[in-house]
Nanobody
Framework: QVRLVESGGGSVQAGGSLRLSCTASGYTYSSYCMGWFRQAPGKEREGVAV???????TYADSVKGRFTISRDNAKNTLYLQMNNLKPEDTAVYYCAAEDFPFATVATMNPHYWGQGTQVTVSS
């Protein structure tokens, strides 16, 4: 049974930093494409960052240069380092996995989702 568990959300002032983590279990983590998505109130869920099975990363334009996605296959863990946070980054952030080794932030079609973690950025 695939399970994704996020942690690390919270409240921070604009300009601050947070690091999200996602621990995966129940599948061959290293062969899956992994990503972070977010959903703000009243908006559709959107892709934030994706890392494929070979470590290639892609980002939404709105977070390029501020967010960094990484994965530790030995620990079955995905990370999202978020720096210079802005109020518009406020959302519930979801970890996602796709049963395919390659995808980008524009093409990823997740098969599995975490429960989400709230990130709130105040001005």
């Amino acid at each position: 049974q695939v399970r994704l568990v996020e942690s690390g959300g919270g409240s921070v002032q604009a300009g601050g930093s947070l690091r999200l983590s996602c621990t995966a279990s129940g599948y061959t983590y290293s062969s899956y494409c992994m990503g972070w998505f977010r959903q703000a109130p009243g908006k559709e869920r959107e892709g934030v960052a994706v890392i494929d099975s070979e470590g290639v990363t892609t980002y939404a334009d709105s977070v390029k240069g501020r967010f960094t996605i990484s994965r530790d296959n030995a620990k079955n863990t995905l990370y999202l380092q978020m720096n210079n946070l802005k109020p518009e980054d406020t959302a519930v952030y979801y970890c996602a996995a796709e049963d395919f080794p390659f995808a980008t932030v524009a093409t990823m079609n997740p098969h599995y989702w975490g429960q989400g973690t709230q990130v709130t950025v105040s001005s």
